[in-house]
Antibody, heavy 122, light 108 residues
């Protein structure tokens, strides 16, 4: 049974760096040809893709945010995926989701975490 | 970047009716790498369709996807009360992966 869960701060100050962790269950990036993506959704708005990491450690980033984003796995077990976003701004207030991609027919997402609402405010 | 435009923005129908949701891409979507998601308030999106027309595991047969190139459609053959949610299309054929702005399917 595949599940994902996001964790991290729910409130950050402008200019700070946000660090979010996605804990994987039922699969690992070290044992399966799969991928994990991060997607965010500002309140009342549409979804926006941020970053993607593959089982072979290949990475992709949204060009508009690439200079601010880093996606990694936390340790050799590859059971956790970490997203870092620098220089946070109030416009970055959103629910951040991580999601599993089976890579069977491209990089779509079939299992999602519940999301974590991050507010950027002084 | 491929821009996805969904129409209509809001669709008002009654249970039992047929719903047709459109997703138009600004450029051709490679390999029909187009997905549809349903989202309920306060929840994560749920995958309905991938590869433009393949139903995800556990998705009822009343949901179907079609299209290729720049024009894609999600059809719900007979609306159930639980279908009145927001629907997003997403292309994953080329980076950056992009989503449409969503269609809100509401009860008439």
């Amino acid at each position: 049974q595949i599940t994902l869960k996001e964790s991290g701060p729910t409130l950050v100050k402008p200019t700070q760096t946000l660090t979010l962790t996605c804990t994987l269950s039922g699969f690992s990036l070290s044992t399966s040809a799969v991928g994990v993506g991060w997607i965010r959704q500002p309140p009342g708005k549409a979804l926006e893709w941020l970053a993607f990491i593959y089982w072979n450690d290949d990475k992709r980033y949204s060009p508009s945010l690439k200079s601010r984003l880093t996606i990694t796995t936390k340790d050799a077990s590859k059971n956790q995926v970490v997203l870092k976003m620098t220089n946070m701004d109030p416009v970055d207030t959103a629910t951040y989701f991580c999601a599993h991609s089976p890579l069977t027919f491209g990089d779509y997402w079939d299992f999602w975490g519940q999301g974590i609402l991050v507010t950027v405010s002084t | 970047e491929i821009v996805l435009t969904q129409s209509p923005g809001t669709l008002s129908l009654s249970p039992g009716e047929r719903a047709t949701l459109s997703c138009r891409a600004s450029q051709s979507v490679s390999s029909s790498y187009l997905a549809w998601y349903q989202q309920k308030p306060g929840q994560a999106p749920r995958l309905l369709i991938y590869g433009a027309s393949s139903r995800a595991t556990g998705i009822p047969e009343r949901f179907s996807g079609s299209g290729s190139g720049t024009d894609f459609t999600l059809t719900i053959s007979r609306l159930e009360p639980e279908d009145f949610e927001v629907y997003y299309c997403q292309q994953y054929g080329s980076s950056p992966y992009t989503f449409g702005q969503g269609t809100n399917l509401e009860i008439k």
